[in-house]
T-cell receptor, first 115, second 113 residues
Framework: ETGVTQTPRHLVMGMTNKKSLKCEQH?????MYWYKQSAKKPLELMFV???????ENNSVPSRFSPECPNSSHLFLHLHTLQPEDSALYLC??????????????FGPGTRLTVT | GESVGLHLPTLSVQEGDNSIINCAYS??????FIWYKQESGKGPQFIID?????DKRQGQRVTVLLNKTVKHLSLQIAATQPGDSAVYFC????????????FGKGTRLSVIA
């Protein structure tokens, strides 16, 4: 629908597991983002990649590790997560990262539950 | 559906009436603002944007008003329909600092048929 797809849509993992979230955009955009959306806080920006280079890391714990192999794909590698990491993880892309090029297109999200 | 926030401000509107959703922003240096709509089970979707050199912008059934003096944005939806039921977020674009796009907490709009 929006040109941004995310897999899986739902994920349940134990605290000792390692898993990865995948995002792909078909819009020809140059910037991609990971957000966390939880019940108690507004959308939290986690990481920003512009032309495959990470430009923002908003004090995210190291148990979250992003990877951007090209401008169309973005991964979020997860390991030794905590129950408070349970949330909806949203991927977004935008043409660029300045001014009006900041219109972001979001994927449907991955609902993560850490047990 | 997805939980996008506990204790969100909620607006209930009769179908066919107009809706007004408000948002206060904090950074007077923000120069671009966006409204997003998030339906249950989906990611946020772009609705309309406005630059800081404008005070009003109209789209299809939606109007955004910007009052820079009091740092306030509003989204007006004309003839609200059941499909408008969703959580609405405003976002401000800051050209400095570590977080270039800052989202508000959101308002849940419920349309009563």
């Amino acid at each position: 629908e929006t040109g941004v797809t995310q897999t899986p849509r739902h994920l349940v993992m134990g605290m000792t597991n390692k898993k990865s979230l995948k995002c792909e955009q078909h819009l020809g955009h140059n910037a991609m983002y990971w957000y966390k959306q939880s019940a108690k806080k507004p959308l939290e920006l986690m990481f920003v990649y512009n032309f495959k280079e990470q430009t923002e890391n908003n004090s995210v714990p190291s148990r979250f590790s992003p990877e951007c192999p090209n401008s169309s794909h973005l991964f979020l590698h997860l390991h030794t997560l905590q129950p408070e990491d349970s949330a909806l993880y949203l991927c977004a892309s935008s043409p660029g990262t300045g001014g009006v090029r900041y219109e972001q297109y979001f994927g449907p999200g991955t609902r993560l539950t850490v047990t | 559906g997805e939980s996008v926030g506990l204790h969100l401000p909620t607006l209930s509107v009769q179908e066919g009436d107009n809706s007004i959703i408000n948002c206060a922003y904090s950074n007077s240096a923000s120069d671009y603002f966006i409204w997003y709509k998030q339906e249950s089970g989906k990611g946020p979707q772009f609705i309309i944007d406005i630059r800081s050199n404008m005070d009003k912008r109209q789209g299809q059934r939606v109007t955004v008003l910007l009052n820079k003096t009091v740092k306030h944005l509003s989204l007006q939806i004309a003839a609200t329909q059941p499909g408008d039921s969703a959580v609405y977020f405003c976002a401000e674009v800051r050209n400095s600092g570590n977080t270039p796009l800052v989202f508000g907490k959101g308002t849940r709009l419920s349309v009563i048929a």
